[in-house]
């Protein structure tokens, strides 16, 4: 099991994957995500043992990010129709080939459904993962005669915070696991085959939960019988974001997993297909926000660097009192003398800087809009370089439900996305403009 190190994240950069920083943000503006493909196909191959690999899109749904993934061998898990479209349009297939044993490409899973992620999943014929009675049924009277997964909330549940913790009686999520024989009578009713159970307790699970899971696991699938091929061990890996953190030893995970498979291989007499679910795990230190420091205030004791990105970009701390590393990038964006200047000579001058204690935030007219608090909003201050007005400021471990919970609160546009491929910058998506903002409003007639 790694930890964090206080060196990992440096309090300056200049760059990132070879890439300087000060040249996409005067290509692309700010606030910009950037995501390292390199660190994606990095945590891909961290998980190479289990036989599926599945992408929980909602973490990061670009679709370029997506044909990352794919390309590299993993499927992808959709919440929504619009979940549904993004996967197809990035290249995956609705549905497994009918040669036979290949895993289903794109599996819907949700608690409901609503009616346009009903009918997508029908139209296209994608594998649904159910974590309702009422959407089993509904899904029944659609699509008689297929194949469903059930997903289970097996009465407990951990998470890095409440918001995140996924089992238990306090969540809505999945089935209760004292309800698996009424599903099951649903599915029967429906002419529906249960081939796949699926349990995810939250995000930051760690080794002594997820064994419970295992064994929760074991259990179910024993109710359920020997029409299962698949399980899955949801998601929930935890990433690092300061010092102190820890991943978890995948090899370990895998092991408790893969015994719980076998132990019911045997008992089923045929194979089972051992899936895990990623979203945070594969993205999270991939991506980081560009933002540019527009104004230094004091406020009595504080000192404030507020940036030109809010919770409208990055909405983890102010849900959550997510902590991000942070770090300058030194050299004002608008000086052709530092624009012409080598990275390392402006690295060098970033890291003879004095220290500051700095609250980071935003320009949304909001108290909450704050980067450095705490859950409860409590503000907190980050020792960071001494910094300028015009000075970048770079958001690191942002890769995951970054982009993805943006809004347009305030009437912000989206940011622009950046991915670094073989030391170059592509764009990814365009940055809004004033008419995206109000496409598809409309004024009545007076």
């Known amino acids: 099991m ?5 060196d990992r994240f440096p309090s300056t950069r200049t760059q990132l994957a070879g890439v300087s920083l000060r040249e996409i943000a005067r290509k692309f503006g700010t606030p910009t995500y950037v995501y390292d493909e390199a660190s994606i196909v990095e945590k891909i191959q961290d998980l190479k043992a289990f036989d599926v690999v599945r992408f929980a899109q909602k973490a990061c749904s670009n679709i370029a990010i997506l044909d990352v993934v794919r ?3 993993v499927l992808v898990d959709a919440v929504s129709a619009g979940e549904i479209h993004r996967a197809i349009k990035a290249g995956f297939e609705p549905h497994a080939k009918a040669d036979g044993g290949a895993s289903h490409p794109i599996v819907y899973t949700a608690d409901i459904f609503d009616r346009e992620s009903l009918d997508a999943v029908v139209k296209y014929d994608i594998h649904v993962n159910c974590g309702s009675p009422d959407m089993l049924e509904q899904y029944g009277k659609r699509k008689p005669g297929g194949d469903v997964t059930l997903r ?5 549940g951990h998470g890095h915070s ?9 969540s809505k999520h999945g089935i209760w696991h004292e309800q698996l024989d009424e599903c099951l009578r649903i599915a029967d009713r429906n002419g529906l085959t249960v081939t796949g159970l699926h349990l995810h307790i939250g995000s930051g699970t760690d080794l002594e939960h997820l064994s419970q899971v295992c064994g929760a ?15 899955s061990a949801g998601g929930g890996l935890p990433t690092i974001y300061k010092p102190g953190d820890t991943y978890v030893d995948v090899a370990h995970y895998f092991e408790l997993w893969d015994a719980s498979r076998k132990r019911l291989e045997a008992k089923f007499g045929h194979k089972l297909t051992l899936e895990i679910e990623p979203g945070r795990y594969l993205v999270a230190e991939s991506g980081s926000l560009l933002t540019e420091i527009r104004a230094i205030k004091q406020m009595g004791k504080n000192t404030f660097y507020l940036l030109d990105a809010g919770f409208n970009n990055l909405a983890r701390p102010i849900l959550y ?5 942070m770090s300058i990038v030194p050299g004002p964006l608008d000086d052709a003398s530092a624009a012409a200047s080598d990275d390392s000579a402006v690295a060098a001058s970033g890291t003879a800087r004095p220290a500051a204690e700095v609250v980071v935030g935003g320009p949304l007219c909001e108290s909450g809009d704050i980067f450095t608090q705490e859950e409860g909003g409590y503000v907190r201050s980050r020792s960071l ?10 958001i690191e471990c942002a890769g995951a ?5 943006g809004s347009n609160y305030n009437s912000k546009p989206l940011a622009a996305e950046v991915l670094l491929r073989n030391g170059a910058a592509h764009l990814i998506r365009a940055r809004q403009t004033p008419d995206d903002l109000i496409r598809g409003e409309a004024i009545p007639p007076a």
């Not at 696991?217 to 399980?231: D, Q």
């Not at 439900?401 to 919970?405: E, K, L, N």
């Open 152 to 156: 289970i909330n097996p009465g407990f």
């Open 2 to 6: 790694s930890t964090m190190t206080s």
């Open 162 to 170: 409440q918001k995140t913790n996924t089992g238990g009686e306090q």
């Open 217 to 231: 696991m074991e259990k179910l699938a024993a109710e359920v019988g020997r029409t299962l091929t698949t399980i």
């Open 385 to 394: 370089p001494t910094a300028q007005v015009g000075e970048l400021l770079l």
């Open 71 to 73: 390309r590299n061998g």
């Open 401 to 405: 439900y970054g982009f993805a919970m």
């Open 321 to 325: 009192g997510s902590h991000h590393p």
